[in-house]
């Protein structure tokens, strides 16, 4: 149990640990979660909120260096899964359980069109990125559907996430949250995740 991440490099790397639990502050009801859930009576299915950096990370960063993007002048690695560019110990959104998932693609658009008002200079030159501020946002939107079963034998839960990866100009981060969604599943049961994205919430 912790308030927040630190280096468990030493557990993660070690034969003699075959798993790691980490319950954040539970609550007085914490003691009975996590004994359900080492007994196997509860299937975890929760997932990092954070980055969890290595001690190598806190020992070159000051702590009010706040920065979120990386500065290779400098060395600085960035802040945060949107921008950091060094090693992890977890990334955000890792996390495990006791029974496997599978996904399958049913739907997503193969090609967003961005309107431009008439004179947009990318009309006349090749552009590397077009800010959606304004009226240009107003309307787009597109949906993403999958399919996901749960392989395993025990009921759960499972949370899926969708990413974009902007182009690598103007520093924009590695990439970006779009939304996320759980899905709770009995064994060997399927169900279908929509998820929605419009330029409103980017």
């Given at each position: 149990m912790s308030g927040g991440p630190?280096?468990?490099?030493?557990?993660k790397s070690s034969d003699q640990i075959s798993a790691i639990l980490w319950a954040g502050y539970p609550g007085e009801a914490g003691g009975a979660a996590l004994t359900d859930i080492i007994f196997g009576q509860y299937n975890p299915s929760g997932r990092l909120p954070v980055t969890w950096?290595?001690?190598?990370?806190?020992?070159?960063?000051?702590?009010?260096?706040?920065?979120?993007?990386?500065?290779?002048?400098?060395?600085y690695p960035g802040r945060t899964y949107r921008f950091y560019t060094g090693d992890t110990v977890y990334s955000f959104g890792d996390g495990l359980s006791y029974t496997d998932y599978t996904h399958h693609l049913v739907q997503a658009p193969k090609l967003v069109s961005i309107p431009l008002e008439e004179g947009h200079s990318c009309y006349s030159s090749r552009c590397k990125s077009v800010d959606l501020a304004g009226s240009r946002c107003e309307n787009l939107a597109f949906d993403v559907q999958l399919r996901v079963r749960n392989s395993g034998r025990m009921p759960g839960g499972h949370t899926v996430f969708l990413f974009s990866t902007p182009p690598a100009v103007h520093n924009a981060p590695k990439k970006h949250l779009l939304g996320f969604e759980k899905v709770f599943l009995g064994p060997r049961g399927e169900g279908d995740v929509a998820?929605?994205?419009?330029?409103?919430?980017?």
């Open positions: 630190f280096d468990i490099s030493f557990a950096y290595p001690q190598s990370f806190a020992d070159s960063v000051p702590m009010t260096d706040m920065r979120m993007r990386p500065d290779p002048s400098t060395g998820l929605e994205w419009t330029c409103a919430r980017t």
